[in-house]
């Protein structure tokens, strides 16, 4: 199993200011995600963190609006840039807990992000 | 791209018998996952099929065919606790190694006592 913790919980910001979400695992994962979910609806792939090397955005999201870091395989950040009020969701990282990768996938508690 | 459909909502009483089903288009598939989330909650993960058939966790099972592009959840003795949203979600390959979930849309269920 993995543990994840996220910082901030949450946050009310302003249009035209970003924000960085961390996400901190307790244990080594090689698969590492970001996903977004609106309430009361589905979650939404963003892009997948690669340690030592770019992200892969899915259709739609692109890196200068998204940019995630992840140095280590341990902890990545996701950057919403430049937000507007569309931006407001939950924003959730996932992995995969392990080295070698699984079947199971954990999320963390999630970044309610509210854009005034 | 990538599609799955599954009912809005299901509504059932305590004790009751309950199936989900979801029926999905992908490319590169790799399994079918299933996942609970109460209100304000993250996502729990309850279960995986890689292969036709039925896997049985407790109260909980899952069913896939691959051939019909389908799967089921199946939730027995139904309890007021299971009160939430149940998401079926694809495991795909790609980019390579990746290997990364879709989500269906949700179906809320709701267990009356």
């Known amino acids: 199993s993995a543990v994840i913790s996220q910082k901030p919980s949450r946050d009310i910001c302003q249009r035209g200011t970003s924000l960085t979400i961390q996400c901190q695992v307790d244990s080594q994962v090689t698969m590492m995600f970001w996903y977004r979910q609106q309430p009361g609806q589905s979650l939404t792939l963003i892009a997948t963190?690669?340690?030592?090397?770019?992200?892969?955005?899915e259709s739609g999201f692109v890196i200068d609006k998204f940019p995630i870091s992840r140095p280590n395989l341990t902890f990545s950040t996701l950057t919403v840039s430049n937000m507007s009020p569309e931006d407001s969701s939950i924003y959730l990282c996932?992995?995969?807990?392990?080295?070698?990768?699984?079947?199971?996938?954990?999320f963390g508690p999630g970044t309610r992000l509210t854009v005034l | 791209g990538q599609s799955l459909e599954q009912p809005s909502e299901v509504t059932a009483v305590e004790g009751a018998i309950v199936q989900i089903n979801c029926t999905y288009q992908?490319?590169?598939?790799?399994?079918l996952s299933w996942y609970q989330q109460h209100d304000g909650g993250a996502p729990t993960f309850l279960s995986y099929?890689?292969?036709?058939g039925l896997e049985e966790t407790g109260r909980f099972s899952s069913f896939l065919s691959r051939s019909d592009s389908y799967g089921y959840l199946l939730l027995q003795e139904l309890q007021m606790k299971d009160s939430a949203s149940y998401f079926c979600a694809v495991r795909r390959l790609s980019s390579g190694s990746a290997r990364q979930l879709t989500f269906g849309s949700g179906t809320q269920l709701t267990v009356l006592p």
């Open positions: 099929n890689a292969l036709d």
């Open positions: 992908t490319s590169g598939f790799y399994g």
């Open positions: 963190a690669n340690q030592g090397s770019e992200a892969t955005y």
């Open positions: 996932s992995v995969v807990p392990g080295l070698a990768g699984g079947n199971e996938q954990f």
